[in-house]
């Protein structure tokens, strides 16, 4: 890295934590996403894991949802059955209102047209071979761009670069190991920036990156929501980072929601003993860090 | 004063390339902790923080080596003592080190017990099995850990059960320094809590001494250790009592940092994080002046000119800026507005 590679976030000012739209008005929205009674069981007979419960949900156009919860409460398992790289055992996910169908793989592939992925671990997010042109080339052609002329590929990827402040020129040839964590995450929204879906989901996307870089990822992505209307679905163990980030936030326990609202509903006025043990664990600067409570 | 436990001065160690190019990755770095005292390092990614902890072992393997300085633990100098010296009489006894990814260091053929006994057969190669499994059992019931754990493998336990016996494993022989380099980020918020208790029940308990806490994580260093110390470009920017440096830091790293601090307390919404722009500089050639300037907004070209010295204020402050305090202090306030 050089000295004069530029991190930081030169963000749209008006871009806020909270955000300017109103809970009512995100609810008026038309559904991007629905799911009723969506369950997943691994294994079988007398060995059966149910990682997800018959869980509903109704994610709005332009949202940001969070959905929170431990290790093991089946966040992941939720996302895969979303992304559609596992199929549920029961219920039914909505897509655009229709019911997704994803049978085939040409039906599998349009609708990864409308919904892409940050995972957790921006080191293993790509192909070591491919340079990083190579990566942001691929995601214009697979949005029609094949026959554009070669100057106007370059002024996409530029772009795209810019909207997660990287520099098109200093990256061209290299490769995606040869950049720092925070970057390559970045590198991810640059990618989702070309191929523009309906539905971001993003899998614990700075959990391997540390507190500087995160501040960046996590403005970038209401960058992104605000900018293109995207529906980002941002999955956590720190409700924190929930309560920065999120219009909306599920909180998951044991393969099942046990609460959701509005950030601040579900942060500020918790409900569920789960959310409150969840809050309680998360160290705080102006409360005190109860260990008391603590039960090996 | 209580009785110092570790006394570092002027320590320097550097990364030898493959290319044969020197990083000083720990650059002249002084730090004095007393007993029953805690220390956190703070510090984004590449900042020093991890090879420090290393450097403070007196452990060097290619491609780290040990330039100059003096690490004193409890009166005891072991800088320059030869590797072998240091693993026999320095490890586990004098100083222990709790790595990231400390779960991933047990051999998934081994039941846990057999871990405990190499650690004191390798002080103590007579140590009797029965009297290791006696001390075994004794350690894990007083911090909370099921005595079954011992006769498990380490495939058997969970995440966070897995870094709690290895802090316990690596804090059998009372060692009087345990250095923890991040050792709860890899875990939930939950297990991230237990890891805290147990650290804080070992140094309660006599365990340990005292300790050295690194992570990025500001809210989790504000509630875990007595002091904070930043870490950038190999360098100490800043430290302070952790109250001071969360809500009064002073260097304009210090700040970007605090400033990236996301608790879910009312009011965190209402604020947009600020990311400090730019990079940490190349360390094969790092800037004559101020490590920060080329990120600083409060940078003027003097600071580009000088290497500048840690400058105490306030009795027990020190940061290294060319700015005077309350001159800070004043750009701060009208940045703030």
Known sequence: ?296 | MSKVMLDVRGLTTKYVTRFHEDVYAVDHVSLTIEEGKSLGIAGESGCGKSTLALSLMGYYFAPLHYISGDIIIDGKNISGLDPDAVRKSVLGTEIAYIPQAAMNALNPTRKILRFIEDVIRAHDPHAQAKDIAELARSRFAELGLPESVLDRYPVELSGGMKQRTVIAISTILKPKVLIADEPSSALDVTSQKMVIKMLRDLMDKGYIRSMIFITHELPLLYNVTDDIMVMYAGQIVERGSAKQMVFDPIHPYSRGLMRSIIVPEEGTREHKLTAIPGTPPNLKKPPQGCRFAERCKFAVPQCRVNALPMIEFDGNRAYRCGHSVQHLREVYRDDDQ
Request: glycine letters at 8%; a negative charge; charged letters at 25%.
């Open chain 1, 1 to 296: 890295m050089t000295t004069n590679e530029t991190c930081g976030c030169a963000l749209n000012p008006k871009t806020t934590a909270a955000g300017t739209r109103s809970p009512e008005e995100i609810a008026a929205r038309p559904s991007c996403l629905r799911g009723k009674g969506v369950t997943k069981v691994f294994g079988m007979g007398g060995k059966q894991t149910v990682a997800v419960d018959h869980v509903d949900f109704d994610f709005h156009e332009g949202e940001l949802v969070s959905i929170v919860g431990e290790s093991g409460s089946g966040k992941t398992t939720l996302s895969k059955m979303l992304l559609g790289l596992l199929t549920p055992t029961d219920g039914e996910i909505y897509y655009q209102g229709q019911l997704r169908d994803i049978s085939t793989a040409t039906k599998k592939r349009e609708y990864w047209h409308g919904i892409q992925a940050i995972f957790q671990d921006p080191f293993s997010s790509f192909n070591v071979f491919n340079k990083i042109d190579t990566v942001l080339l691929d995601c214009i052609r697979m949005t029609g761009g094949r026959h554009l002329p070669k100057e106007k590929k370059i002024e996409l990827m530029t772009e795209a670069c810019s909207f997660v402040n990287l520099k098109y020129a200093e990256l061209t040839n290299k490769y995606p190991f040869e950049l720092s964590g925070g970057q390559m995450q970045r590198l991810m929204i640059a990618r989702v920036f070309l191929l523009k879906p309906k539905i971001l989901l993003a899998d614990e996307p700075t959990s391997m990156i540390d507190a500087c870089s995160r501040a960046t990822i996590l403005d970038m992505l209401m960058h992104l929501r605000d900018e293109t209307g995207m529906t980002i679905i941002f999955i956590t163990h720190d409700i924190g980072l929930s309560y920065y980030i999120s219009d909306q936030v599920y909180i998951m326990e044991h393969g099942k929601f046990v609460e959701h609202g509005t950030a601040d509903e579900v942060i500020l006025t918790p409900k569920a003993e789960y959310t409150r043990r969840l809050i309680s664990d998360v160290p705080k600067i102006y409360e005190p860090w109860d260990l008391s409570t603590v039960k090996f």
